[in-house]
C-alpha cells in the first residue's frame, strides 16, 4: 500500500477555492482503480491549511492516478490557489489485511 500525506496553505483570499478544487478533486478520485481513501482535511490551528491523506493499493494504482484528467486539472489549477508549493510525503506500507 502506499499512503500519500500533503499540506498546502492557501493564498491569501484564495481558501474557498482551494476547498472546492478540493473537494471536486476529492470526488473524482475517489472512484480511481485502487484508491482506499483520498481526501483533504482543515489543520486545526491554521484554518488556511488543508492537509491531504490518500491511501492506494500501488504504486501502479497510484502512477495512473497522476495520469487522469482530474488530476491534471487539478495541479494545473493549484498553484494559483496555494502561497507556496504544497509539502509531500508517500509512504510505502505493507497491507495490513
Known sequence: MIIVIGSARAAPGRRPQL???ARAMSRATRGDR???SYGFYAD???EHTIVSVEIWDSQDALD???DHAHTHAFLALAPGLVE???TLAIHQVA???
Open 19 to 21: 476547498a472546492a478544487a
Open 34 to 36: 485502487g484508491c482506499h
Open 95 to 97: 497491507d495490513p489485511g
Open 44 to 46: 486545526l490551528d491554521d
Open 64 to 66: 495512473e492516478h497522476m
Open 84 to 86: 507556496t508549493a504544497p
